[in-house]
């Protein structure tokens, strides 16, 4: 078996995605929305974001 040093280990294919969830409210006009956002990094630092309806409750007060 053929050792590797990290720059190279680092291209292999998998490795980790690591995401969080979290509420953002957002002020449409005159109207407060809530959303889920699933953020996730993958193992070359590259975020995707995820956008899901929630309820008004689970996101933080305006102000």
């Given at each position: 078996m053929k050792k590797i040093n990290m720059s190279e280990?680092?291209?292999?294919?998998?490795?980790?995605t690591t995401c969080v969830n979290s509420f953002e409210l957002n002020v449409v006009g005159k109207y407060n929305i809530c959303n889920?956002?699933?953020?996730?990094?993958?193992?070359?630092?590259?975020?995707?974001k995820e956008y899901t309806p929630a309820a008004i409750i689970n996101c933080p007060s305006v102000g």
């Amino acid at each position: 078996m053929k050792k590797i040093n990290m720059s190279e280990a680092s291209s292999v294919v998998g490795g980790i995605t690591t995401c969080v969830n979290s509420f953002e409210l957002n002020v449409v006009g005159k109207y407060n929305i809530c959303n889920a956002v699933k953020t996730c990094t993958d193992k070359n630092g590259d975020v995707t974001k995820e956008y899901t309806p929630a309820a008004i409750i689970n996101c933080p007060s305006v102000g």
